[in-house]
C-alpha cells in the first residue's frame, strides 16, 4: 500500500516563504511525474507545479518565478519551495504521484492528505 505524506504548511506572512515536501512510501517500482495541487476556498483544485522523471518542469503562471519544484528520487520526495508568498497562495496544497508498482503495471495516481498554507496580509 502506497502512502504519500506532506509536511511543512502553515501560516506565513505575505513576502514570506515556505518550502513544502511530500514522500512516498510502500512497495514502489518507479515514480513519473510528481506535482502539486491546491485548492482556495470556493475553487477548484488547480495545478502549480509539475516535474516529470527527467526533471523536466512546468508551473502555473500565477506562481512562475516564485515557487520552485523539485524531487529526490532516492527518497521518494519532491518539494515545492515558495518564496514571495501572497494570500492570493492561500489554499490547501496537494502533491500527487505518479506510481508504477511493478514493472508489468501501468501508472496509477496517489494523491497527499493536504497540507494548508495561509498568507496573512
Known amino acids: 500500500q502506497v502512502q504519500l505524506v506532506e509536511s511543512g504548511g502553515g501560516l506565513v506572512q505575505a513576502g514570506g516563504s515556505l518550502r513544502l515536501s511530500c514522500a512516498a512510501s510502500g512497495s514502489i517500482f518507479s515514480i513519473n511525474a510528481m506535482g502539486w495541487y491546491r485548492q482556495a476556498p470556493g475553487k477548484q483544485r488547480e495545478l502549480v507545479a509539475r516535474i516529470s522523471s527527467g526533471n523536466s518542469t512546468m508551473y502555473a503562471y500565477s506562481v512562475k518565478g516564485r515557487f520552485t519544484i523539485s524531487r529526490d528520487n532516492a527518497k521518494n520526495t519532491v518539494y515545492l519551495q515558495m518564496n514571495n508568498l501572497t494570500p492570493e497562495d492561500t489554499a490547501v496544497y496537494y502533491c500527487?504521484?505518479?506510481?508504477?508498482?511493478?514493472?508489468?503495471?501501468?501508472?496509477?495516481?496517489?494523491w497527499g492528505q493536504g497540507t494548508q498554507v495561509t498568507v496573512s496580509s
Open positions: 500527487y504521484f505518479n506510481i508504477v508498482l511493478v514493472p508489468s503495471a501501468g501508472v496509477t495516481g496517489y
